[in-house]
């Protein structure tokens, strides 16, 4: 089965773009990962971003409260003037455009969210930077298939490279962030888009290393194989206990965007005061807390060192959780992939502790458990467990531990899955309505309006004028930007061949029929769109 590029460039070509966009995506996740470094600096005036932890436990309390509050209200003004809603694009907007908007994704709003969690990240909130990364490089994307004209086919591809570049990137992970990209954004392997995909993943690697070099994000000391295999069941029940934490990562983060929405349709609250009110709530918390502030990786690191205790784990963990609902809820922006490696690490020790407590002879080193536990947690929020594994892998360098992160990983999205349903981000598309999730038939029956489908009334072919208008007094008929997703179902109910297409009535203006939808057509629609789905996703 082949793939054919309506519009676009040639596979020679195609490649040489996706080279090109993999440099340019490379080069946005690293201006953003730098630039969070140096605002940082200049606002907390910590040397070193990764000690951020460290050095603002010296500060003032009044800074530490002040920060996050002062940070909260320059990202509502940003994303009020910016976006039509407020709101942050991450990676679940990524997976929308590239199920629903032929690899495109919205650019003012996306620039926008991408300078909001840019201030998010350095002035005290409590996500990570992988949902901003991803969502810039699909902006880098989008510009690119809009001058060469891309359709489908090639615009999806195309994003798919911009998504793994800027993930190669960000964490020095070429295997994961190619996968990623496949995995979660595109959510097919086809033959056609894994040589672009894994060309531009290579090009974001390369820009890593030129810039830090070919360093891990996180180094473990000492031994890290399994001594014994009969050690595996532990594994087992890691994954267990990392699902049901993911679960309750994920509710939490929901319910405080449910609860925002709720106070501030309650309230009147203005859509740019939300942000500052979750950062005076970050503020305080940080007081206390300040492992809470920024991207968290000091903590992870610590984590899977084995350097903190039992009760520091378990309520950094509950804290960090509530950190993370608070920033999202907030709509202060950020990913949700590096604080899930953060409550993954630390969960991961602190199940290590027990289990080396009651069986000491035959456990394997506690901060295996701190690396499995971070691998488990993440895959079940991202819903990725083939990337997630390699991400761990290739951010630690630690290749000896695959059976104990495999086997956590496995039962933990096995879990989640039963529980919840969906990954984090395809749970976020279904409460807007987008429902990616149930795959292609499903989401592709909302890409068709009856406006686009419909006979005209006086085009050949036609329904009749008098069965429409008796149809229509009896309460059968559609609107013009009503889906195939609302229109197929009142064929089922209603049993005609066809239904009324009429605009709605206005005051001083009744309503006009336009035409009618027939059942062929709409069946005619959806069977070609899931034939060219099924070959480009197989091809």
Not at 182 to 209: D, K, M, Q, W, Y
């Amino acid at each position: 089965m082949t793939v054919i590029r309506k519009k676009g460039p040639s596979q020679i070509q195609f490649w040489f773009i996706a080279l090109i966009i993999g440099i340019v995506a490379g080069f946005a996740a690293l201006g953003f990962r730098l630039a969070i470094s140096a605002l940082q600096e200049a606002v907390y005036g910590v040397p070193d971003p990764r000690m951020l932890h460290s050095f603002v436990e010296s500060l003032p309390w009044q800074m530490i409260l002040v920060i996050p509050i002062v940070g909260g209200l320059v990202v509502g003004i940003i994303l009020n003037r910016f976006t039509p809603d407020g709101r942050v694009r991450s990676v679940a907007d990524v997976i929308e455009g590239s199920a629903l908007n032929e690899g495109r994704v919205e650019v003012k709003a996306g620039l926008a969210s991408a300078l909001a969690s840019l201030i998010t990240l350095s002035s005290g909130g409590s996500t990570g930077r992988e949902g901003p990364v991803v969502h810039l490089a699909g902006v880098v994307s989008t510009w690119v298939s809009d001058r060469i004209h891309a359709n489908g086919v090639t615009g999806r591809d195309l994003l798919g490279c911009a998504v793994a570049a800027a993930v190669s990137a960000s964490f020095n992970a070429p295997i994961a962030g190619a996968l990623f990209a496949l995995e979660v954004v595109l959510r097919h392997f086809a033959v056609h888009a894994f040589a672009p995909i894994v060309i531009a993943s290579v090009a974001g690697t390369v820009i890593n290393r030129l810039s830090f070099g070919d360093v891990t994000e996180f180094a473990r000391p000492g031994q890290a194989d399994l001594i014994l295999y009969i050690e595996l069941p532990a594994f087992l029940l890691l994954g267990l206990v990392s699902g049901l934490v993911a679960v309750l990562l994920m509710r939490s983060i929901f319910l405080a965007e449910d609860f925002g929405n709720a106070f501030q349709e309650a309230t009147g609250l203005p859509n740019w005061l939300r942000p500052a009110m979750a950062g005076a709530m970050l503020g305080g918390l940080a007081i206390w807390f300040p492992h809470i502030i920024g991207v968290g990786y000091e903590t992870t690191l610590a984590a899977l060192n084995g350097s903190l205790l039992f009760r520091e784990l378990v309520i950094f963990a509950i804290i960090k959780c509530i950190a993370v609902a608070i920033t999202m809820g907030g709509r202060m922006g950020g990913g949700v992939f590096s604080p899930s490696l953060m409550v993954g690490a630390l969960t991961g020790l602190a199940f290590g502790i027990v289990a080396t407590g009651i069986f000491p002879q035959a456990a394997p080193s506690v901060t295996l458990y701190a690396l499995a536990g971070m691998g488990a947690v993440a895959a079940a929020v991202l819903g990725a467990p083939i990337s997630t594994t390699l991400i761990v892998f290739e951010l630690t360098g630690d290749w000896q531990t695959g059976l104990a992160v495999m086997v956590a990983v496995s039962m933990s999205t096995a879990l989640s899955s039963r529980i919840v349903d969906r990954s984090f981000f395809l749970t976020q598309l279904e409460r807007r309505n987008k429902h990616v999730a149930a795959g292609p038939q499903s989401y592709l029956l909302s890409l068709y309006s009856a406006a686009v489908l419909m006979r005209g009334i006086d085009s050949p072919k036609a329904a009749s004028r008098d069965a429409c208008e008796a149809m229509i007094e009896q309460g059968i008929f559609l609107h013009p930007e009503t889906t195939l997703e609302d229109a197929m179902p009142m064929f089922n109910e209603w049993g005609h061949r066809f239904i009324p297409v009429v605009t709605k009535a206005e005051p001083g203006k009744p309503s006009e029929l336009l035409g009618a939808l027939h059942h062929v057509d709409a069946l005619t629609a959806f069977s070609r769109a899931l034939s060219e789905t099924a070959a480009e996703e197989h091809s």
